[in-house]
């Protein structure tokens, strides 16, 4: 056993025991390559987009937990300072706070294997927390929850064998996944409509560009020109986070 970590929660008090399990063998991961990787981006409406334009939706339940919870917190500020009715619904705002975050980590956990399953890598935006995008902004209400999916990701990926790659996102929603030509569009843009006959959801071209970059790939753009993906645009994610 390497640690044990006593946490106090709303309902009661828990332990987590950090084990370390040496029967396990070190898995050398395949290189990735364009059959045996998936790319994912962020969603603005449903939670993730892969490549071949799979949606994952956020699923209702956590959506209802979520106003629930809300719906507390404003009733906590209307009741009396001191007053036990406040003391009663601070109780029931940090109940329901712990029931929306293990309602998400279930979900993340459930979205991480489905991913997995596929026995592929997984290639995903790399998050910059400090120079935050107009784009990013739009989407930050999932952003907490995107870099707790991620972590799951890659310890989940790396017992599998697997790699979880970080790719710089930059342009990844702009450039055309057929032709490599910019498509400039605005955040109400949902569509990507290339003048070389690409017609896709706009995340769903992401996915396609992040999958690209991880593996290196070379996309023509319109004037006949390979335009170089790999080499600075690829990097291999921090495995060791959580360790
Ligand atoms: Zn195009």
Same mark, same amino acid.
């Given at each position: ?42 969603? #603005? ?107 799951? #990701? ?45 017609? #896709? ?43």
């Amino acid at each position: 056993m390497k640690t044990a970590t006593i946490i106090k929660k709303a309902d009661g008090y828990y332990i987590t025991l950090s084990l370390q399990d040496s029967s396990i063998p070190v898995l050398t991961p395949d290189a990735p390559e364009m059959g045996n990787t998936i790319g994912i981006d962020m969603g #603005l409406k449903s939670f993730l987009v892969d490549d071949l334009g799979r949606q994952e939706e956020i699923p209702q339940y956590y959506r209802k937990s979520e106003k629930r919870l809300k719906r507390l917190q404003r009733s906590v500020s209307r009741k009396k300072k001191g007053s036990n009715r406040r003391k009663k619904a601070i109780k029931r705002v940090s109940k329901a706070h712990l029931k929306v975050s293990n309602q998400r980590k279930d979900f993340h956990y459930k979205i991480a294997k489905k991913l997995l399953q596929h026995g592929k890598h997984i290639a995903y935006e790399k998050l910059n927390i400090k120079g935050i995008t107009r784009t990013k902004l739009a989407k930050s209400t999932h952003d907490a929850g995107w870099g707790q999916f991620l972590q799951i #990701l890659s310890i989940k990926a790396e017992k599998a064998g697997l790699l979880a790659i970080a790719v710089n996102p930059c342009g990844t929603s702009q450039d055309c996944s057929s032709c490599g030509q910019k498509v400039k569009k605005d955040l109400s843009t949902r569509w990507h409509s290339c003048s070389c006959g690409c017609e #896709l959801d706009r995340d769903h071209n992401a996915a396609i560009n992040l999958k690209h970059r991880a593996v290196g790939h070379s996309v023509l753009n319109s004037l006949g020109n390979v335009l170089e993906l790999s080499g600075s645009h690829q990097e291999a994610s921090a495995l060791s986070v959580l360790r």
